[in-house]
T-cell receptor, first 111, second 114 residues
Framework: QKEVEQDPGPLSVPEGAIVSLNCTYS??????FMWYRQYSRKGPELLMY????GNKEDGRFTAQVDKSSKYISLFIRDSQPSDSATYLC???????????FGKGNQVVVIP | SAVISQKPSRDICQRGTSLTIQCQVD?????MFWYRQQPGQSLTLIAT?????????ESGFVIDKFPISRPNLTFSTLTVSNMSPEDSSIYLC???????????FGPGTRLTVL
């Protein structure tokens, strides 16, 4: 079983729709959870960063962490064509422990 | 966040040659990392660049193939040695200012080996 599972998609949605992305993980020691957005031919950009369980909202983006289910989600409301990118989840146990990445989910928002 | 630059942004190299990639950060950071991202794949950690000591390599990566330097807290280099077409990939450096695990990435170096 991989440490982090993320369905690579791709996912196509019409403009204005809600985009829902998720990752599951197996390592119960993970407590830091991140979502990165990567545009084509660019480096990953940190989008959301959460610690432990709970929700975090930033504008149109909401990150959810459910440690009991080992499941994290990213929601994008009122999606825009500029949201078209690959979204990678990442997580860590903290300290010197390395980040474990999902495979990435390609999202296409159709005008 | 941190402003990270990488040089070169892309290169096309011949088999058997070596390429050194530079990573520069606009402020001092505790940790610097080097990743590889092959087409359609996620990020794979190559090594952690340690300031003043040898880099810490992940399983499957060795110093002879990927020598790394980190002379100070804002700069690191990764060399891809004796390249083959299988080394064609995007190489990314990332930085972490402290141990709270917010990691920021550079723009990447797109390497093609012929």
């Amino acid at each position: 079983q991989k440490e982090v599972e993320q369905d690579p998609g791709p996912l196509s949605v019409p403009e204005g729709a809600i985009v829902s992305l998720n990752c599951t993980y197996s390592n119960s020691a993970f407590q830091y959870f991140m979502w990165y957005r990567q545009y084509s031919r660019k480096g990953p950009e940190l989008l959301m960063y959460t610690y432990s369980s709970g929700n975090k909202e930033d504008g149109r983006f909401t990150a959810q962490v459910d440690k009991s289910s080992k499941y994290i989600s990213l929601f994008i409301r009122d999606s825009q064509p500029s949201d078209s990118a690959t979204y990678l989840c990442a997580m860590s146990a903290g300290g010197n422990n390395r980040l474990a990445f999902g495979k990435g989910n390609q999202v296409v928002v159709i005008p | 966040s941190a402003v990270i630059s990488q040089k070169p942004s892309r290169d096309i190299c011949q088999r058997g040659t070596s390429l050194t990639i530079q990573c520069q950060v606009d402020s001092q950071v505790t940790m610097m990392f080097w990743y590889r991202q092959q087409p359609g794949q996620s990020l794979t950690l190559i090594a952690t660049a340690n300031q003043g000591s040898e880099a810490t390599y992940e399983s499957g990566f060795v110093i002879d193939k990927f020598p790394i330097s980190r002379p100070n807290l804002t700069f690191s280099t990764l060399t891809v040695s004796n390249m083959s077409p299988e080394d064609s990939s995007i190489y990314l450096c990332s930085v972490q200012r402290d141990f709270n695990n917010e990691q920021f990435f550079g723009p990447g170096t797109r390497l093609t080996v012929l």
